[in-house]
Structure formats: C-alpha cells, structure tokens
C-alpha cells in the first residue's frame, strides 16, 4: 500500500512539473506574440499607403528634368541635388519590398505561434522539444525586429531625403517646364 501511496505521489509531482513547465512555455510564447504586436504598431505609418503617389512624384519630376534641362555648363550643386533626387527615388521600390516582406514575417509568424501555442495547451506533437522550438521562434522574431529596425531607418532617411529634395528640385522642373513653354 505504501508503494502505491509513493507511486501515484510521484506521478502526482511529475504532472505538477509537467504543468509548470507546461505555464512557462505558453508564457514565453505569449512574449513573442505580444513582440509581434510591438512590431505591427511599429510599421503602421499612414505616409506608406501614400508611397505610390510619391514615387509618380518623384517620376513626374524627374521626367520634366530630363526633356527639359539643356545645360552648357556643369553646376556641380544641382548635378548632386539632381543625383541625390535620382538615389531617393529609387530607394522607392527596395523600400516598399522591404515592407512587405516584414508584413508577410509577420503575419507568418503570428501563425505559427498561434499553432505552437495549441500545441503546447493540448500537448500535440514533440513535447520534449517545445523548448527548443520556442526557441527557435524567439530567433525568427529577434531577426523580424531587426528588419523592421532597418526598415524604420531607410524609411526615416527616404521621407527626410524626400522632405530637403523634392519641393527645390520640383521647383526647378516646373521653372524648366515654363521656359520651354515660353520658347515654343
């Protein structure tokens, strides 16, 4: 009888440990989750949805430079505000995959926690590895963050850049624009 009371205490305590860690790992899943939440918010910026209409801008400008900029000279000045412009513009497109390939991390991301964290609730799959598969989520999430680290810095640049070059440089273009209008 003693053998029995000692047999179900140990099975008793072994379930005990078995829910703590059990707790401590649907915990460090909630963490990455809520992570992942922190670096939604990060990207919300409402100058994104309107990328597209700086960029055709930008295009517009640059395109009424070109049929209408005729120069005897080199103003060195304006040769790097106008290469300068060129740079930013085509930072556009890189920016913009950039976002998408973070939201698309993200999204996928948030998945597989969502199924991990069943997972570790019903106790499916490969219990002896929960660890190290939470782990290995913790890195893909660290690696989004410092994506999303460098998104925020190109995309900081691109609006400073866009902020100092485009009302000179779209001032020039339609100064350009209304010579030549004047000379036909």
Request: proline fraction near 2%; include cysteine.
């Amino acid at each position: 009888m003693k053998r029995l009371l000692v047999l179900f205490a140990v099975i008793g305590l072994l379930a005990a440990c078995s829910d703590l860690e059990k707790e401590q790992q649907i915990k460090r899943v909630q963490q990455e989750q809520k992570k992942l939440a922190q670096l939604t918010r990060k990207l919300e910026d409402k100058r994104i949805q309107d990328i597209s209409t700086f960029k055709v801008n930008t295009m517009q400008t640059e395109l009424k430079i070109k049929q209408n900029l005729y120069l005897d000279t080199i103003n060195l000045e304006l040769a790097q505000q106008l290469d300068a412009f060129k740079v930013m513009r085509r930072s556009i497109k890189p920016l913009m995959k950039q976002y998408h390939k973070i939201k698309a991390g993200i999204r996928e991301e948030k998945a597989v926690l969502k199924s991990l964290s069943q997972d570790i609730q019903q106790g499916r799959g490969e219990r002896q590895r929960y660890d190290e598969f939470i782990q290995f989520e913790h890195n893909k999430v660290e690696q989004l963050a410092a994506l999303t680290t460098d998104f925020e810095r190109a995309k900081t640049q691109f609006f400073n850049d866009y902020q100092r070059l485009y009302p000179p440089v779209n001032a020039l273009a339609n100064q350009l624009v209304e010579k030549a209008s004047r000379r036909r």
